[in-house]
């Protein structure tokens, strides 16, 4: 009978143990899983604040330059507009092109777009936001 429950305890041992490794490589698993899905989240969130603010400054731009006077909307005036030091802190690469279409007929108009650019990451391709507006100009010109 003592054998018989040294066998056991042995057994038991070992039995342990198995349960033990099972359960510190369902932890690992579940910590590798849960970083790997924090990782994601964070880039998810990067890239939304990229084109939060690429929104928000082709934004701003396009309300500044359809405020002009009619007779200062030209490729010439509008060739020389920034980006803003936010947008340039906050964009990785970022570039902005802005451009202006004359629409033709009665009345006189000009469509402006505003493109901001930047990049995610190196070797990909450039992720970017236009918006587009029409300027009207006065009926006797």
Known sequence: MIAETHKTRRAHRGYLLLEML??????????????QMLEASAAQRLAMRHRQVAMEEAANLLERIAARPWSQLTPAAVAHEPLSDDARQALPGGTLSIELRPEGGPPAARQVLVTVAWREAAGREPLAVRLAAWRYGPSHE
């Open 22 to 35: 099972a359960a510190a490589a369902l932890v690992t698993t579940l910590v590798v899983v849960s970083t």
